[in-house]
């Protein structure tokens, strides 16, 4: 089993930061996509950010110049640096890691998804 545990939601004002923070735990191979979505009320879900394993990193339009997404191959965690943000990204963010897994069959690729954390900006 893998786990991805998210951390580091919470209100803020608009203008203001936070950072999450998602940490993979399990019989992990190799973590190769690592990634944030979010889901706001009534909303579907969108990417915000995601970051490969060699560091390539793809943001979504209406984050750009703001967040920062980045990774610690040696601690299996994955950040969102999030700056000035605004009342439109409330949400609820989510982790994703694709990875392979230590298995009696041998390496399985496989992905998983965080518990995900509260985001709330107020205005």
């Known amino acids: 089993q893998v786990q991805l545990v998210e951390s580091g939601g919470g209100l803020v004002q608009a203008g203001g930061s936070l950072r999450l923070s998602c940490a993979a735990s399990?019989?992990?191979?190799?973590?190769?996509?690592m990634g944030w979505y979010r889901q706001a009320p009534g909303e579907r879900g969108e990417l915000v950010a995601s970051?490969?394993?060699?560091?390539?990193?793809h943001y979504a339009d209406f984050v750009k110049g703001r967040f920062t997404i980045s990774r610690d191959n040696a601690k299996n965690t994955v950040y969102l640096q999030m700056n000035n943000l605004k009342p439109e990204d409330t949400a609820v963010y989510y982790c994703?890691?694709?990875?392979?897994?230590?298995?009696?069959?041998?390496?399985?690729?496989?992905?998983?998804w965080g518990q995900g954390t509260q985001v709330t900006v107020s205005s």
């Open positions: 399990g019989n992990i191979i190799f973590i190769n996509g």
């Open positions: 970051i490969s394993s060699g560091g390539n990193t």
């Open positions: 994703n890691a694709d990875y392979l897994i230590s298995t009696s069959l041998g390496p399985q690729p496989n992905d998983a």
